[in-house]
């Protein structure tokens, strides 16, 4: 069992050495709902859409006061606005259209001073989810490597890989609640054995004071049956000396009778007792076995739990290590 442990421990740490990966951002051409752009792309390990989208309209929304008072249409000072486009604004939403995403008049000091529209596909992959994101400045140019300086460009890296990570976190903080919760189900059922056990302890405890008290009711009969054969013993002396035929011989006999029955029946309820007792050591000794094995699967059960522990060990760590 301990070499199961151990093995299975060695497998959680190679598994979470394998799954711990760095979040890094690429920047290339894809193709999006106003053609092909380029594209700010991460790939987000095991996550499935439903875990990116959600976090995505957070992580965009998520502005200054001022800004949510503020963010107009498209505001003055966009030296790449357009002039002959109207555009509405929901200052808040995220908007879907078909597998794209978009939302209006975003503004990120550390990518640009003037407003963006960023625009975001989400492709689900074997290893998770690929996720592009399009900057646009609002109504107008897209921004790429020949509109933007350098650090701009590093800096929608950052903003994007930072996100990648918030996202990546969210995934393993959910496979850490779900390795607790396996946790605590396997700790149920080791409850549920212990309490097994104690229940079987107690029917044994319970069948020990019956034989107890079956062994004082023998002791008790033997004493009635020492006593019936001084009586007849005492009777056997009187009957000697009595005469055939009479009342006194007839009644005489009569009790030697009554005393055999008695001391007969005496010897049937010993028996009896006897045989309460062999059955009653015989389910204590079934009992026995029993927890005997209940034992086995508790210092399994107990394994299994020390697996599952330090699965969330590993997971809190691979979160941590989340790069």
């Known amino acids: 069992m301990k070499h199961f442990y151990f093995l299975t421990t060695f497998l959680l740490v190679a598994i979470c050495a394998q ?17 092909t752009q380029t594209a700010i792309t991460v ?27 503020g963010n107009l ?22 908007e879907k259209i078909g597998d794209e995403l978009f939302v209006k008049s975003i503004e990120q ?26 900057f646009q400045y609002t109504d107008s140019a897209f921004i790429n490597e020949t509109n933007a300086d350098p650090e701009q460009i590093q800096n929608m890296k950052a903003y994007i890989r930072d996100f990648g990570v918030i996202v990546y976190q969210g995934v393993v903080d959910g496979q850490i609640k779900e390795a607790k919760k396996e946790v605590s189900k396997q700790e149920g059922v080791l409850k549920d054995l212990e309490s097994d056990s104690k229940k079987e302890e107690k029917n044994i405890t319970k069948l020990e004071v019956d034989i107890q008290e079956t062994e004082a009711e023998i002791v008790g009969i033997e004493s009635d049956i020492k006593r019936l054969d001084e009586k007849i013993t005492a009777q056997k002396v009187t009957f000697s000396g009595l005469k055939k035929g009479t009342p006194e011989y007839d009644a005489g ?41 209940n034992d086995a699967k508790i210092n399994s059960q107990q394994t299994v739990i020390q697996a599952k522990e330090q699965m969330v060990q590993y997971l809190i760590q691979k979160k941590d290590a989340i790069q």
């Open 73 to 94: 249409a498209t505001q003055v000072g966009n030296i790449f606005k357009s002039d002959d486009k109207q555009v509405n604004r929901d200052k808040l939403k995220v």
């Open 253 to 293: 006999k009569s009790e030697q009778k009554d005393l055999a029955k008695e001391k007969s029946k005496c010897f049937s309820k010993i028996k009896s007792a006897k045989s309460k007792i062999k059955s009653k050591q015989m389910d204590i000794k079934s009992l026995q076995t029993k927890i005997a094995m």
């Open 19 to 35: 799954s711990q990966k760095k979040i890094e951002v690429e920047i290339g051409q894809k193709n999006m709902s106003k053609g």
């Open 43 to 69: 790939l987000i390990p095991e996550a499935k859409p439903n875990d990116v989208e959600p976090a995505w309209k957070k992580y965009v929304n998520n502005r200054s006061v001022g800004e949510r008072i």
């Open 109 to 134: 000091a550390m990518i640009t001073k003037h407003l963006m529209d960023i625009y975001a596909r989400i492709i689900e992959l074997p290893e998770g989810c690929q996720f592009n994101t399009f």
